[in-house]
């Protein structure tokens, strides 16, 4: 089954638009620092970073649970400050914490958003029905939710929040704390989504792999400001096609200094501790390593893959995302 | 693989606000029924108390005080008194679900929600009122089957459900705004005795506040469950209006009455409104 979906606004209007908003807590913590994007209909879109970097915030002032202290934030063209009803009418939430009524059933919990989200009871049934078939939970949706495993709980989340049918999805985290095996049949879930025409997500994830996976774009977050925004391609694009890694001697920074001074890496290298990474822009690698040694640093570990996220997060940010998480 | 299309967009904001805020109301409602009288061993539970204090407490008080030496019946007098306890027990007991609720339950879904929030409040509000109804029903009903002498009129069952929804209601808003501004369910029960229990001995629950020292009594006369106890058993166990007189010292029952209930109400009103302005306050950062 595929359900596909067409919306009541207008398709030139960005789903999700933010302008320079901002966030300071209580105690002066600056969370998130004037950030600027937008989201188009039908748009899968990633903020990718470390735990603190100001996705929750993010997401907290798009689903009018954290106050912007000053910039805005549309959903479907609607408000988030002036227009929170509205724009939550719009949107759904999957949390990156269980938030489910573990004493109900799978069937009440999902029936509870039907009617707070305003569903004709008659729609609702057969789009429970249809979500349940298509999460493959119907053999556990009549009990208690507090029985179901995390992935199970997850699924059951993620079928809540389209129940609505909403415009924007917010996935904060989706796969945090699950076991590999049901990381991976989530992924599979999340990819799925994709096929629902005019559906906007947004997800949030610190796992470079699953931004990759899933995003048209991505905007990596760092200390509360966008470092970076493009297609994971075009992100990966600035470190070209092949990149070195290796291990030196000493201190990596210096060395790093030492092989830029002489040509050998450019720009877009980075050191973390001791290890280089070097995008290798069409040379053979076996020509780098031995300028490495004639000029006189000390290494080790030698390896050649294609780049990922990972590495223009390291690039962009100076530490590794697993690290800052 | 069937396609389906379907539209989007907004739906719960095209019906009328009136109807749409009612639907909410009572789904959120029934949510919160469910979770807190899911068998009937929930719903049991909470009778004990009334049934033990109406079958067994208040006639031994009766026996071993000899009454109150007055026209009042001492068994009807503390059953009514006992809703003193019972209905703060039911309303700190439903805001420990609220701090449930934010810790592991479904609070963020519901706040994601396009309804106010401040029905997240009044369909609990709804339910413990309701739970209260039930135990004051039963505890009045069986006090009287073990001999209780009431006196129960229509006019007295305005000024007795009056009061006792009033005090639920302020009740109510006392435990929703400490829910709200108490991290942990430990330091929210830790305050319990001091909220739900301490006024008990002070309201005149169990003697008429005139014979408790001066200053107890004129503090007595500050709280809402003095008023509320004194409406109460002006509606159903003494027309004369004993504990009236003894709050206002009047010569008119009927204006000491409306008088209390004026209190009440001051109480019932401004407890739910900081109740609600607490959560919300405390929902969003």
Not at chain 2, 129 to 148: E, P
Request: charged content about 20%.
């Amino acid at each position: 089954m595929q359900l596909t979906y067409a919306q009541d606004t207008e398709f030139d209007r960005p789903a999700i638009e933010v302008r320079a908003l901002r966030k300071v807590y209580r105690g002066g913590v600056e969370a998130v620092k004037g950030i600027d994007f937008e989201v188009a209909p039908g748009e899968v879109f990633g903020l990718l970073g470390p735990n603190g970097a100001g996705k929750s915030t993010t997401i907290g002032m798009l689903t009018t649970t954290v106050v912007p202290t000053s910039g805005s934030a549309r959903l479907a063209g609607y408000d988030v400050v002036k227009e929170p009803r509205r724009a939550r009418s719009v949107s759904s939430v999957v949390f990156q914490e269980a938030v489910v009524d573990s004493g109900l059933t799978g069937r009440a919990n999902l029936d509870l958003h039907a009617r707070l989200w305003g569903v004709a009871p008659a729609a609702a049934s057969t789009r429970i029905d249809e979500l349940i078939e298509a999460f493959g939970i119907a053999e556990l949706i009549d009990r208690p939710v507090e029985g179901f495993s995390g992935g199970q709980r997850r699924r059951l989340e993620i079928a809540r929040a389209l129940v609505s049918q909403p415009q924007v999805l917010f996935l904060d985290e989706p796969t945090v704390g699950l076991d590999p095996r049901i990381r991976h049949e989530l992924l599979d879930v999340i990819a799925g989504l994709r096929s629902r025409h005019d559906m906007t997500i947004l997800l949030t994830t610190h796992y470079l792999d699953e931004a990759q996976q899933l995003c048209d774009r991505v905007a990596i977050i760092d200390q509360g400001e966008i470092a970076a925004l493009d297609t994971p391609a075009m992100l990966l694009a600035g470190l070209g096609d092949e990149i070195l890694e290796l291990r030196v001697d000493g201190d990596g920074d210096a060395a790093l200094a030492s092989l830029r001074a002489r040509g050998i890496a450019n720009t877009d290298a980075f050191a973390i501790g001791s290890s280089l990474t070097i995008a290798l822009d069409g040379r053979p690698a076996g020509e780098t390593i031995a300028a490495i040694a004639d000029a006189g640093v000390k290494a080790s570990g030698f390896m050649t893959r294609p780049p990922t996220l990972d590495d223009v997060y390291l690039r962009l940010t100076g530490a590794p995302i697993a690290e800052a998480a | 693989m069937s396609a389906t299309a379907i539209r989007t967009g907004g739906l719960a904001l095209r019906r009328p606000a009136l109807t749409r805020r009612a639907s909410a109301l009572v789904t959120l409602a029934r949510r919160r029924a469910a979770l807190t009288a899911a068998n009937p061993r929930q719903i049991a539970v909470p009778l004990l108390t009334p049934i033990l204090f109406a079958t067994v407490i208040a006639p031994a008080l009766s026996k071993a005080l000899g009454g109150l030496h007055t026209h009042i019946d001492y068994i009807a007098f503390v059953s009514v008194g006992t809703v003193g306890l019972l209905v703060p027990l039911a309303a700190i007991f439903a805001g420990l679900s609220v701090i449930v609720d934010r810790h592991s339950g479904a609070q963020k879904e519901l706040l994601a929600a396009p309804i106010p929030r401040a029905l997240l409040v009044l369909s609990n509000l709804v339910v413990v009122l309701a739970l209260a109804t039930f135990q004051v029903v039963v505890l009045i009903a069986v006090a009287a089957l073990r001999g209780g002498i009431f006196h129960i009129t229509a006019s007295g069952v305005a000024w007795f459900v009056a009061a006792s929804v009033l005090f639920t209601v302020f009740m109510y808003g006392v435990a929703e705004t400490l829910a709200a501004r108490i991290p942990r369910q430990e330091e929210y029960i830790a305050a319990t005795p001091v909220v739900a229990i301490l006024p008990f001995f002070f309201a005149g629950a169990l003697f008429p506040i005139h014979v408790l020292p001066g200053a107890l009594a004129a503090f007595a006369k500050l709280l809402p469950l003095t008023h509320a106890l004194a409406l109460m058993r002006y509606g159903f166990v003494d027309h004369h209006g004993t504990g009236l007189h003894d709050i206002w010292g009047m010569s008119n029952t009927t204006t000491e009455a409306w008088l209390s209930l004026a209190v009440v109400l001051l109480f019932a009103a401004a407890f739910i409104a900081l109740g609600i302005r607490t959560f919300k306050r405390s929902a969003v950062s």
